[in-house]
């Protein structure tokens, strides 16, 4: 296990790729501050379950990722419990699509806050406990939309391209550190966010739930295959080993050969 006496931090990890990201991390021993919204009793069964596969301490934050305060909360809780964080990933996302004349401005505002203001706040926060270690990890789950862009996802592409150059920016920063940041870009993983965008797109595009899935989402990934929450938390683990070290400032695509074209 060679996580054992590290402290993960994953947003967006109650479910899809984060709680998948939050189980590769607990498999190499380490402590987990999981975050996230959903069934309090189901929430507990998955904490549970991550402190038996680790034979470490799992707790979780209900932090509100679109307020300072409570990401300030949530990382003062971590330190308070496990003495800093170790691994940061910044996985907590929203999706809305609509065309950008129509795009609800409260959407687009909620969208840039969660999926590109909080990893700010989560990163600069967390990194004086990486420095002073001199190792960290940091990693943000970008999309294959840091990449290229696709119709009626203004806000969200927006966000995903402003946190490759955010985690490019810190790389810099943190290179002499033993730090490392990068982003991972999966193609379509069939999570719960991709599953709730389907009627968005079935009303914008006057199309089918199956066309959808089939002309839309799997369109531009060559294998025609959803990319599994699973493969996306492999990597990451790797990202995390002492032989990553040298992957810094990088956006690794993870996409079914999408952005190959």
Excluded at 33 to 55: H, M, T, Y
Excluded at 84 to 90: F, R, S, Y
């Amino acid at each position: 296990m060679f996580l054992k006496g590290k402290t993960a931090l994953v947003t967006g990890s109650t479910s899809g790729i984060g709680l998948a990201y939050a189980r590769a991390l607990a498999s190499e021993g380490a402590n987990l501050v999981i975050n996230g919204f959903g069934d309090a009793g189901a929430i507990e069964i998955e904490r549970a379950g991550l402190e038996a596969l680790s034979g470490a301490t799992a707790i979780y934050s209900d932090a509100d990722l679109t307020k300072v305060d409570a990401i300030e909360a949530m990382i003062k809780a971590a330190a308070d419990a496990f003495g800093g964080i170790d691994i940061l990933i910044n996985n907590a996302g929203v999706q809305h699509v609509a065309p950008v004349e129509d795009f609800p401005v409260a959407k687009w505002d909620l969208i840039i806050a969660l999926n590109l203001n909080a990893a700010f706040h989560t990163v600069r926060l967390a990194v004086p406990y990486m420095k002073s270690k001199k190792w960290g990890r940091i990693i943000g789950t970008a999309s294959a939309h840091s990449l290229t862009a696709s119709p009626f996802k203004s806000a969200y592409v927006t966000a995903k391209h402003g946190l490759a150059g955010f985690h490019k920016t810190v790389a810099l920063e943190l290179a002499t550190f033993g730090v490392t940041a990068n982003v991972i870009s999966p193609g379509y993983v069939w999570t719960p966010l991709v599953e709730g965008q389907i009627p968005d797109t079935m009303k914008a595009r006057g199309m089918t739930r199956e066309q959808v899935i089939n002309d839309v989402l799997l369109a531009g990934q060559p294998t025609k295959q959803f990319v599994t929450p699973e493969q996306v938390a492999a990597f990451a683990l790797y990202l995390c080993r002492d032989e990553a070290a040298a992957i810094t400032g990088a956006n690794l695509s993870i996409d079914g050969g999408w952005t190959a074209a």
